[in-house]
């Protein structure tokens, strides 16, 4: 009978043991999981707002009536016209043709891109390139009033494999941005 006695003492305690693991548990669990909650909320704040900024530099260039931009023909007059001829550029493979579909500096220069293109080019990109643009979709996300559209590249698992923006300069649109 004694011998009883301490079993239940003893399943009492693992009972009260159990419960205290639990909820050390629970409160480990909130201390970890809601900071990174709450921060990967924070970080797609800040990007959406450098996107808004970034959107409102852009409408001020194409704004202030530099004929450089109003006046850049090459590109399509749609995103999706626009991403096919690139998509050919790129399996073309020539730099200069491809750098005439992104969008130039206020001087009108397009060296900026160069570097980039060079990169894509010496790791035998072009081709990649080319073939992610024929997969790419409107990227409902990306797409601001008149003036911006983003189209994405996702692999089979629906992971963004290239992400590019365009804006509209009044009478084509061009790359202003491109991205993983």
Sequence with gaps: MVIFKYMKQISNFFQVL?????????LLFLLIIVPVW???????????QLRA?????????????????????????TPAETVSLLANAFSVGEI???QGYFISTPDGSREG?????????????FPIMAAYLEVAQPE?????????YEYIARDA??????????????????????YK
């Design 18 to 26: 159990h419960r205290r693991s639990f909820w050390a548990f629970i």
């Design 38 to 48: 709450i921060f990967s909320i924070r970080a797609e704040q800040k990007r959406a």
């Design 53 to 77: 900024q970034d959107s409102e530099r852009w409408l001020e260039l194409l704004g202030s009536e530099n004929p450089i931009y109003r006046d850049d023909q090459v590109g399509g007059g």
């Design 96 to 98: 200069a043709q491809i």
């Design 113 to 125: 891109w160069i570097p980039l293109l060079n990169h894509i080019d010496s790791q035998g990109g």
């Design 140 to 148: 409902p996300d990306g797409i601001s009033d008149d003036y911006f």
């Design 157 to 178: 698992k629906g992971e963004a494999l290239l992400k590019i923006r365009f804006i509209y300069n009044e009478s084509v649109w061009k790359v202003y941005e491109i």
